[in-house]
C-alpha cells in the first residue's frame, strides 16, 4: 500500500476532500441566458458547449438552472441533459420547474447526478423526503434563497421577490432531516452586488447541518471565494456572472485558493 | 435509454473483448454509457443470465441503498453467474459494495466476494455525510487499473457508505476523515468507490484501463 499519505499534514479541514467551484448557468428555452463572453467559443449560448468548457477549465460540477416558463420544457430540458451528459464528464445539477417525482426521474435517466429543488420544496415538504426515498439523497439539493427582514431571516421564493414565513435556518435544517443530500443557499441580499458572499449566515448554518453546504450569492473577485473558504468552512461555492464575462478564470481561481491553503482540485 | 446504441455493426463473436453492464435496474446508467462511448468501449446491456456468459468483461454499475440494490440483483438471476465468473468484473459504487460481505445499509448481506464490510460514515467523525465531490485517490504501485494515474489524482464521490480499508483487497486508498477503500481488487474482481464517468480525464482512463485488462 502506497503510504503517501502526506497530504494529511497539509489540509487544516483534515478530510481530503476538495472544495468545489461551480458555475451556474440559467437556461431558457434549451439556451443560456446571460451575456457570456468567452473567447473561442462557436455559440455563446449553447449550454452543452458552454459546460464542456467549464469543465476543461477545471469547474468541480455545474448547475443548470431552466427558467423557461412553458408547458414545452420538460421535453427541451430533457434532451439538453442528455447531451450534457452525453459531451460532459464532471457532474451536474439540474434545477427550476421539478414538482414531483416524475420529473425528477426523468431527468435523472437522462444522466443527471442531482435535482435542486426550491419553491416546489417549500409548497410541499414532503417532496424531499419523497425524492430521497425514491433516488437517495445524494440526489436531492435543497435550494433555499434568503433575504434578512428585520433581525430574521427569511425564506424567499421567486428569486427573492416573495416572502415565506419560513425562517431560514429552521427550514435548513427541517430540509436536512427530511433527506436533503446538499443545501443550494443564495443569499437575496448579497446576490448580485459582487460584495462578497454572506459568509457570517453561511457560517451560521454550516455549522448547524452535517450534509454539505454550497454558498451562493455575492461573488465579485477571487478574494471572496478565499474569505468564504476561510471563513466558513462551506464545502462549495457558487457563482454565474463573474465566470460568464471571464472576470474570474477558474485555472487562476484556483491556483490563488491553493496558495491560500485551500484544498482544491488543480 | 441508450441500450446497445454503440453496437452499431458486428456480432459478439466479432467482438471478443466485449464489455457486458450488468442491467439489474439499480439506478441511472446513461452517464456511465456516455463515457464508456466517449472512450470508443463497445458495451451491452445484459438483461438475463442467459446472455452473461457471451461477454468477455463485466461492469456492475449501482447507485441508491446497497441492500435494495442487493435484492434487485438477486431477482435478476445473475449473482451465481457473477460469483462464478473468472473474467473481470468491476464494481462501480454501490456495483462496488455489493462486492463485499454486509453493509450496514438495511444490514444487508451481499455477494461476498471479498471478506470486508461496508460501513457507515461514523458520525463521531463529524464529516458532511454524504462523502460529496473530489477527494484524493493514491492506488497501491503497478496495478493494471490506475496504469497512467498519478498518486493523489482527484475523483469524484458521492457516497454515505464505505468499504472499510483493508491490506488484502483495497487497492487504493482515500482519506476522510477515516482512510477507507478507494478501490479494491479481489483476482478479477475490482471495485471503485468513486464514480469514474464523472471523474474527468482520470475516471475515463480507469474505464479505459478496465476495457483492457
Redesign the interface.
Known amino acids: 500500500m502506497s503510504n503517501s499519505n502526506t497530504y494529511d499534514s497539509k489540509n487544516h479541514q483534515g478530510t481530503g476532500l476538495a472544495k468545489r467551484i461551480i458555475p451556474c448557468l440559467d437556461v431558457k428555452d434549451g439556451r443560456t441566458v446571460k451575456g457570456v463572453n468567452f473567447v473561442d467559443l462557436r455559440d455563446a449560448g449553447d449550454p452543452v458547449e458552454l459546460a464542456w468548457q467549464y469543465s476543461q477549465q477545471g469547474a468541480d460540477e455545474l448547475v443548470f438552472l431552466d427558467i423557461t416558463a412553458t408547458h414545452e420544457r420538460r421535453k427541451t430540458m430533457v434532451e439538453l441533459v442528455k447531451a450534457v451528459a452525453r459531451n460532459v464528464n464532471i457532474p451536474f445539477t439540474i434545477g427550476g420547474g421539478i414538482n414531483e417525482i416524475a420529473d425528477a426521474d426523468i431527468l435523472l435517466n437522462s444522466g443527471a447526478d442531482k435535482i435542486s429543488i426550491n419553491s416546489a420544496a417549500v409548497r410541499n415538504p414532503q417532496l424531499i423526503n419523497d425524492l430521497a426515498m425514491a433516488f437517495g439523497k445524494q440526489f436531492v439539493v435543497v435550494a433555499v434563497d434568503t433575504k434578512a427582514v428585520g433581525d430574521k431571516n427569511l425564506v424567499h421564493l421567486n428569486g427573492g421577490r416573495i416572502a415565506t414565513e419560513f425562517e431560514t435556518e429552521s427550514w435548513i435544517k427541517e430540509a436536512e432531516d427530511r433527506g436533503a443530500g446538499e443545501i443550494l443557499l443564495t443569499s437575496m441580499d448579497h446576490d448580485g452586488t459582487k460584495g462578497g458572499f454572506d459568509n457570517r449566515l453561511l457560517r451560521k448554518i454550516n455549522d448547524q447541518i452535517s450534509i454539505p453546504l454550497i454558498a451562493s450569492g455575492g461573488a465579485g473577485n477571487v478574494q471572496h471565494f478565499i474569505d468564504v473558504f476561510h471563513q466558513t468552512n462551506v464545502d462549495a461555492a457558487l457563482a454565474a456572472s463573474v465566470f460568464h464575462y471571464g472576470e474570474i478564470l477558474i485555472p487562476a481561481l484556483k491556483e490563488d485558493l491553493r496558495t491560500h491553503n485551500i484544498e482544491v482540485r488543480l | 435509454?441508450v441500450e446497445n446504441k454503440s453496437i452499431d455493426t458486428g456480432s459478439a463473436s466479432t467482438t471478443p473483448k466485449l464489455l457486458g453492464i450488468v442491467n439489474y435496474g439499480a439506478?441511472?446508467i446513461?452517464?456511465l454509457t456516455?463515457?464508456l462511448?466517449?472512450q470508443g468501449i463497445a458495451y451491452e446491456m445484459i438483461n438475463s443470465p442467459e446472455e452473461f456468459d457471451k461477454y468477455e468483461r463485466y461492469i456492475i454499475p449501482g447507485?441508491?441503498?446497497a441492500g435494495a440494490a442487493m435484492q434487485k440483483l438477486a431477482e435478476s438471476g445473475m449473482v451465481p453467474k457473477i460469483k462464478g465468473t473468472s473474467k473481470p468484473v468491476l464494481g462501480i459504487c454501490v456495483g462496488m459494495q455489493l462486492m463485499t460481505e454486509f453493509s450496514e445499509e438495511g444490514n444487508a448481506e451481499l455477494l461476498g466476494i471479498a471478506s470486508v464490510k461496508t460501513c457507515h460514515f461514523s458520525?463521531n467523525l463529524?464529516?458532511?455525510?454524504?462523502?460529496?465531490?473530489?477527494?484524493?485517490v493514491?492506488?497501491?504501485?503497478d496495478n493494471e487499473l490506475f496504469k497512467d494515474i498519478k498518486?493523489?489524482t482527484?475523483f469524484?464521490y458521492?457516497?454515505?457508505y464505505f468499504i472499510e480499508f483493508n491490506?488484502t483487497f483495497?487497492i487504493a486508498?482515500?482519506?476522510?476523515?477515516i482512510?477507507f477503500s478507494a478501490a479494491l481488487q479481489k483476482n478479477n474482481f475490482y471495485g471503485v468507490q468513486f464514480?469514474p464517468?464523472?471523474?474527468?480525464?482520470a475516471?475515463?482512463k480507469i474505464l479505459k484501463n478496465f476495457s483492457e485488462l
Do not use: C, Q
Not at chain 2, 173 to 177: A, L, M, N, P, W
Not at chain 2, 197 to 201: A, H, L, M, Q, V
Open positions: 435509454m439506478g441511472n446513461f452517464s456516455a463515457a462511448d466517449r447507485v441508491g441503498h458520525e463529524k464529516l458532511k455525510i454524504p462523502h460529496t465531490g473530489w477527494n484524493k493514491n492506488a497501491v504501485p498518486p493523489g482527484y469524484y458521492v457516497h454515505s491490506p483495497t486508498s482515500t482519506d476522510y476523515g482512510k464514480h464517468e464523472k471523474s474527468g480525464e475516471g475515463e
